[in-house]
Every structure is written in structure tokens, then in C-alpha cells.
Nanobody, 119 residues
Framework: QVQLVESGGGLVQPGGSLRLSCAAS????????MGWYRQAPGKERELVAT???????NYADSVKGRFTISRDNAKTPMFLQMNSLKPEDTAVYYC?????????????WGKGTLVTVSS
């Protein structure tokens, strides 16, 4: 089992910055991939960025060059640095962790943190 808790959301003006954090507990050494997803009102949940245990990253085209995902090691929180925020970045941001087991993979989710970009 893995538990995930997000923090750092809030209200920010267009062009501003926020840093989201995701703290993991439980079987954290079994996590292979972590990521951030978001869901805007009336829309489906979408990928924002992922980072593998080895440090490889992947970003949605809509956030490339503006957002940076990071995680120092398996025992430290994961972060999402968001710069040059736009109103269309407004959404609930969810932390995700993927655990690879012998015969299957398991997904874990946090409860989300709201990011509102508005003047």
C-alpha cells in the first residue's frame, strides 16, 4: 500500500508560479513511476508530467517549458514547479504512483489539490 498527500495548491494570478508537493508513505521503495495529473471542471483527468525511479521525465505538450517535475530519491517528496501559469491550468491536481508487482501493476492516487489561475 502507498499513501499520497498533495499540498501547495491555491489561487495565483496569470503569469505567476506555484510549487506542488506530493508526499508518499507506505511501500515507497516499490514505486516505479510517479506523476501529476489534473482534472478541470467538466473535463476528463489528463496527464501533466511523470518521472520514473531512474529520473526520466515526460510532459504533456501543454505544459512543456513551463512546468518541471522533480524527485530527488525514493524517500523524498515529488514536486511540480509550475511557472507562467495560465487560466487554462486551473484544475484539481492529483499525485499518482505506480507500483510494479510480480504479476501486475497498481495505481495509487492522492485526494488532489486545487489550483486556480485567475486575476
Amino acid at each position: 500500500q502507498v499513501q499520497l498527500v498533495e499540498s501547495g495548491g491555491g489561487l495565483v494570478q496569470p503569469g505567476g508560479s506555484l510549487r506542488l508537493s506530493c508526499a508518499a508513505s507506505g511501500f515507497i521503495l516499490s514505486i516505479r513511476v510517479m506523476g501529476w495529473y489534473r482534472q478541470a471542471p467538466g473535463k476528463e483527468r489528463e496527464l501533466v508530467a511523470t518521472i520514473t525511479r531512474g529520473g526520466s521525465t515526460n510532459y504533456a505538450d501543454s505544459v512543456k517549458g513551463r512546468f518541471t517535475i522533480s524527485r530527488d530519491n525514493a524517500k523524498t517528496p515529488m514536486f511540480l514547479q509550475m511557472n507562467s501559469l495560465k487560466p487554462e491550468d486551473t484544475a484539481v491536481y492529483y499525485c499518482n504512483a505506480v507500483v510494479i508487482l510480480v504479476d501486475r501493476s497498481e495505481d495509487y492516487w492522492g485526494k488532489g489539490t486545487l489550483v486556480t489561475v485567475s486575476s
